[in-house]
């Protein structure tokens, strides 16, 4: 079978390898598509932060080269490990795997999937669900304002459950691209911090208090400087990107200190058994993509062969703007 495998610096390639075992415990799944978060997997492209050993020094899990990468498919289930009561051969599923022909895992990890949710919707799932908690750390109330500041696959994400809950927004990017992505998605407010006006503009939308909530998307820390600029005395803000650059601004110092700001970061789900779990934060997910609820379309740009994935990374790192979600037929 194929996998796609990262074997250096700005590196990706096919390799051939045998199909693997069907695991006691889990599920063998072949691929119809994948997906590519675009942030996580081009780090892991670019090789950033590497050591002399090959492990990503700016990563919670270390990586070492040559690695798969992706973490985003939906396939069938053609065999079924000999403890697994819950699944069935043929049964359509989600599993956070990488771009591979043919994925063990885990039942456990295994998300059986409506029939009223397409596949290229479906394989957005884990992408999705990253804006989902990042919302949610927020606690937004009812009636309050949210900004997400970076229109990439997690901010958009972020963005069309804003909507689904019914919350003001305004969607800040630097792409025009991305923005205009944003307009399809409802944002009430599409904007780039570049323009002088930015802030005064989301301050507007927000009758003049700027944003009770705001989620950073970006992956950078000036996008943290303009979601303090933009955001209401007293506000939060939810970092849901991982950040590999050092900050060029004193995020304690004037005027933010006097905004008494609270600044929170979001990574997983709640622990099992909790309210806002893996089980039950998916469940409401497939429930808001079956009703329509939950509209994630337009951040579907680009719909590409497995064999075209080296290409695709290559423009993404290159940076070309029109790019921002991208599914993957196998």
Not at 27 to 42: D, F, P, Q, W, Y
Not at 54 to 60: A, I, P, Y
Not at 80 to 100: I, L, Q, Y
Request: with cysteine; net charge negative.
């Amino acid at each position: 079978m194929r996998r796609l495998i990262v074997t250096g610096p700005r590196r990706a390639e096919f390799e051939d390898v045998a199909e693997p075992e069907c695991p006691h415990d889990g599920l063998l799944v072949r691929a119809r598509m994948t997906a590519i978060s675009v942030g996580t997997e081009i780090r892991v492209f670019r090789a950033q932060a590497v050591d002399e050993a090959g492990q990503f020094l700016h990563e919670r899990i270390p990586f070492v080269l040559p690695t798969e990468n992706g973490y985003s498919m939906v396939g069938d289930v053609v065999a079924v490990g000999k403890e697994v009561a819950d699944f069935n051969v043929g049964d359509r599923v989600f599993t956070p795997s990488a771009h591979k022909e043919i994925a063990a895992v885990n039942s456990q990890l295994a998300i059986k999937l409506p029939a009223e949710i397409p596949d290229e919707q479906a394989v957005l799932l884990n992408i999705c669900e990253v804006g989902h908690i990042a919302l949610r750390r927020g606690s937004p109330a009812p009636g309050e304002n949210v900004a997400v500041v970076g229109q990439g696959v997690i901010g958009l994400a972020a963005l069309a459950y804003c909507r689904a809950f019914g919350f003001r927004t305004a969607a800040i990017d630097i792409s025009n691209e991305r923005l205009d992505v944003s307009r399809q998605m409802g944002a009430d407010l599409a904007v780039s911090p570049k323009q002088d006006a930015c802030v005064d503009r989301v301050q507007e939308l927000f009758d003049g208090a700027g944003a009770d909530l705001v989620i950073e998307a970006a992956s950078r820390w000036d996008a943290i400087q303009t979601s303090m600029d933009v955001a209401a005395d007293d506000a939060r803000i939810v970092v849901a990107a991982r950040h590999t650059d050092s900050p060029e601004f004193n995020p304690v110092g004037h005027p933010y200190l006097g905004k008494k700001l609270t600044l929170l970061t979001s990574y997983g789900y709640a622990a099992p058994g909790q309210r806002w779990d893996r089980q039950r934060s998916i469940g409401l997910t497939l429930e808001l993509l079956k009703s329509g609820r939950l509209d994630v379309e337009p951040m579907i740009t680009h719909r590409i062969k497995a064999a075209s994935l080296p290409d695709m990374y290559r423009r993404l790192d290159e940076g070309e703007p029109s790019i921002v979600g991208v599914v993957v037929s196998w």
